[in-house]
């Protein structure tokens, strides 16, 4: 039995940095690890059940550490009986001891939200945190939430939950919104009757954790449909149950595998997540060759041709793999553009590649058109959230000289060590204090 696990987490007070050299060779193989988008969730709705759950392929990442912290605060038991696996009971939970720090500190934590609906009625909550990629408000949970019979106060700091009313309803969600949809879905899973989430997303986390809660009991209909029906139930079970691999550390890999002259062997991806990121990663010319459904094999593509990308809700192009697929169009011959409709501050990463040498012109928050092929160079770097970081990585993997990224702590709230997986493929990249 395994008691103590070392996640080599970094302390937020000692800053460190990754100092990389670009332009070496990246050959061999390489594992993805758990979903961090489909491991909050499920996390969450463990508190659904006062019975014992395993849950297996979690990514030792600092937004789902903190998110175990803040659930063992409250009351759950955790034992962790594998390095990337934890057995959770939820049964002596007490809401006077939530940590309201912890929950400002990453944005999984809004998560909770529908799950203690469900099962403790009334609460108060501090808002979340997360990513600088501009407002992201929840007026669309909040909304919903008042259809289903709740009511709610707020305030600067905090929102005041009062569920004790909460009832079945046809709710319509004014976007497709990926975190209001899982709520939703965990609120309605402890209610008799029927509740119908019309603009409901599809993305992968929603349907894994559609899965999850079907082994618990809660029945649900069109979980690939943008028209969910749940029939939730009074006392739902303890289940086993795998995260599924990581979509966008998948396309991470698969860029990085086609930036330098190697080859790169992906593992354990889920096939049916990555089409459209394939499609079009095919489209700008990166050689990708499917070995099977949990793997694929990418080689080095000197030849890159300009792309128009937007990122749109699943099925589409994944807004998370936006910042990744910009680094890249750096190197294809010619003008491409990228669009993310939804957040104002995605593209703030732009201005540190511009710092690297690229040419890209910032159109309006949302677009930028990105003019190639420009040799990047090594420079001081800084990250503002996961996926900007993890491009930034990308940037210096290719770039020439040493380029040292600051505040990476960022990437490492959504990658499980990616410089020890970097380095083993053959990446010149060192975690060092600065």
Sequence with gaps: MIKTIDFGRI?????????????????????????????GPILAATLLSDEDFIIKNLPLVEDILNLIEILEKLGSKVEWIGKNSIKINNKNIDLNNIDFEKIKQSRVSVLLIGSMLARFGNFKISRPGG????????????????????????????????????????LILKEFSVTATENLMMA????????????????????????????????????????????GNKKLKGVEHEIISDPTEAATFIIAGCLTPGEVVIKNLVSEYLDSTIDKLKEIG??????????????????????????LPFPGFPTDVLPLIATLLTQANGKSLIHDPLYENRLNYIHELRKMG???????????????KTKLKGVEIGSWDIRAGASLVLAAILADGKTTIKDIFQIDRGYEKIDEKLKKLGADIERISQ
């Design 11 to 39: 302390s937020l007070m000692e800053e460190k940095v990754f100092i990389i050299h670009g332009q070496k060779p990246l050959r061999g193989e390489v594992e993805i690890s758990g979903y961090k988008n489909a491991a």
């Design 131 to 170: 990513d600088r990629i501009g407002l992201r408000p929840i007026t669309t949970h909040l909304d919903a939430f008042k259809k289903l019979g709740v009511r709610l106060e707020e305030d600067s700091d905090y929102y005041y939950f009062y569920g004790d009313k909460i009832k079945p309803e046809t």
């Design 188 to 231: 309605a899973s402890l209610l008799e009757g029927e509740t119908t989430i019309k603009m409901a997303a599809l993305e992968p986390q929603i349907q894994d954790l559609g899965d999850f809660l079907i082994k618990m009991g809660v029945q649900i209909k069109g979980l690939k449909m943008h028209t969910i029906k749940i029939k």
């Design 286 to 311: 990166v050689n990708i060759e499917e070995i099977d459904e949990k793997s694929l094999i990418v080689r080095f593509s000197p030849d890159l041709q300009p792309a128009k990308v937007q990122a």
């Design 358 to 372: 690229a040419d890209i012109e910032i159109v309006d928050p949302h677009r930028a058109f990105i003019f190639g």
